[in-house]
């Protein structure tokens, strides 16, 4: 989709299955199941959706889903389905993963990471980029590559450190721009450092949530994933965000959401609900 001087275009990697309870917290399942129907293992379906911004300065991929590394035990236990992925969601845009300049990582975790590197024949693991550099958050990386119990299973470091290793690794400290129209801003709560991407042009903005509102389903402030590591700071980020984004009328893009990629939050007699738009 155009958008002022940027082109938008969400892409996909597939769907993983993650268990309900988890990824809503402390809302009751009675509540959760109209919004997200379980399966008898429990688990619902979300999507993973990087999200490609072409401007002038080139093409930017904004995570890339959960790549092709995984081993058979956790495509089992996390249902994953990549019989539509990433390359193709990239030859259908007409493009191929050589086309990308820029990745950008909204945190570390493997669902978003895990397409940043993939494994060559003889087993080598590389930036699956090969043009492309990478951006992270200083501090996420911190976390990343020093895990502790709680966090450990989401932080795979085949992921980010063959990044390291090849070079082509960038750190953002803080809080600005990365390339033209975009910017990234910490929400913390998920991970401590986790951030979310918002693209401008004109008086036009378009926010990448990723796991501060992974669907359409976690709209409502209380409704948080039980994955997050602070999830009162979630809260009050979200609490803001939402308003903001309410008023300003931002175009959200929802990373895990199995239908809805992409839509308006509005409010109607005090209910949030999606205006959906098709990209
Ligand atoms: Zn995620």
Do not use: C
Not at 88 to 106: K, R, Y
Not at 188 to 202: D, F, L
């Amino acid at each position: 989709m155009q958008f002022g001087d940027l082109e938008l275009t969400p892409l996909f990697d597939g769907y993983l299955r993650l268990d309900g309870g988890a990824m809503f917290g402390t809302v009751p399942k009675p509540l959760w199941q109209k919004r997200a129907p379980a399966d008898d293992k429990n688990r619902i379906t979300l999507a993973m959706r990087p999200l490609l911004v072409r401007s002038a300065a080139g093409l930017m991929l904004i995570d890339a889903g959960i790549g092709d590394k995984m081993d058979e035990k956790s495509t089992t236990i996390y249902g994953i389905d990549r019989s539509r992925n990433l390359d193709h969601a990239l030859a259908d845009a007409g493009l191929t993963a050589d086309s990308i300049q820029l990745v950008l990582a909204s945190h570390l975790h493997f669902d978003h990471a895990g397409g940043f590197t993939t494994r060559d024949a003889d087993g080598t693991i590389r930036p699956r980029f090969r043009h492309a550099r990478y951006v992270a958050r200083t501090a996420e990386w911190e976390d990343a590559t020093h895990p502790h119990e709680r966090n450990r299973a989401s932080y795979l470091p085949e992921n980010f450190v063959p990044l390291k290793t090849a070079g082509v690794l960038e750190f953002a400290a803080d809080d600005g721009p990365i390339t033209h129209g975009v910017r990234v801003v910490r929400t913390g709560g998920h991970t401590m450092h986790h951030q979310i991407v918002m693209i401008e042009s004109g008086s036009r903005t378009a926010v990448f949530t990723a796991d501060l509102i992974p669907t359409t389903a976690h709209i409502d402030e209380p409704w948080i994933m039980g994955y997050d590591l602070y999830p009162m700071d979630t809260l009050a980020f979200k609490r803001t965000f939402l308003r903001e984004a309410i008023d300003r009328e931002y175009l959200i893009f929802f990373e895990h959401d199995p239908a809805i990629v992409a839509g308006y939050i509005r409010e109607k007699d005090g209910r949030k609900y999606v205006e959906p738009v098709t990209v």
